[in-house]
């Protein structure tokens, strides 16, 4: 039993470190959809700033001047998307999807440009990979049966972008829900028109809210290549960014339920980790191309089937012009 139970937390270990970049991305697709532009380009925005951040974090071995490097890539292709989408009313999806193509492409050739590795980076040097963080006790109740493993395994032992990313979940729901600031951009997705007429700049919102999903974005890429791994590789994404937009969309444009969703995506991301190379009861051994197929087809069934009527913002994807008097 107690080896079950320990393989259970090994498991729950892996979804909270899968779920961390689905969960920031998530959240910055909540911001940027809650103020009425929708963002397609998530995946873009976390492999430039996974790249951004691995080239920064490798030539300087400073694994916070990489975070703040990718946050900086995060935000210019934030405010291109911005450029095209509020300033010049362009099509949102359209806007998004150039921007996938533009970091894909960029990154590969810069990454083979710089570094002749392929796209990739070089590993990183010491001090160029964020760590991960015992917490106090820890290594005290590591042994005590059940609370032990609960503490040290699944609680501490995480880099501090992990518990960023979970911090970053109530702190959402206050700054939506609880601030001026919410208010006004929730108004802004629902109907900018009214919040025009109360003296307020429907496009100062909208692109505070687009500079902090680039803010989240480029937490989540980074993350990829200077926390989860110690570098960057070509794609490394894999369509994380498409994960947290169906994520967004399973939890209805709420922090909270936006956190459950990501972590049931992770959850099957860890699941089909493990079960790789082994073979199932009755089934024998699956292919290993099933099993890292297994979340997105998932993802399409919960999103299709167990759900319900999903409604966005009404003014989402909605290009918003002025009216003159």
Known sequence: ???????????????VRLSTPLLLACLAGLYSERSGIVDIGLEGKMLGAAFGAGAIAYLTGNAWLGLLGGIGVAILLALLHGYASITNRGNQIVSGVAINFLAIGLTALLGQSWFHQGGRT??????????????????????VPFLGPIY?????????????AFAAVPLTWWVLFRTRFGLRLRAVGENPAAVDTAGISVILLRYRAVIICGILTGIAGSYLSIAQSSGFIKDMTAGKGYIALAALIFAKWKPV????????????????????????????????????ALPYILTVILLAGFIGKAIPPKASGVPYLKERT
Do not use: W
């Open 1 to 15: 039993m107690f080896e079950n139970f320990q393989t259970l937390i090994l498991i729950l270990d892996s979804t």
């Open 122 to 143: 070089p590993p990183l040097p010491k001090g160029g990979r964020f760590q991960d963080i015992v917490l106090p006790g820890a290594e005290a109740v590591k042994d």
């Open 152 to 164: 040290y395994e699944l609680l501490s032992g995480h880099n501090i972008l992990v518990y960023v």
């Open 257 to 292: 339920n936006a956190m459950f969703a990501c972590l049931l995506f992770g959850f099957l991301d860890a699941i089909a980790i493990r079960l790789q190379g082994q073979a199932l009861p009755l089934i024998g051994e699956v292919p290993v191309q099933f099993f890292q």
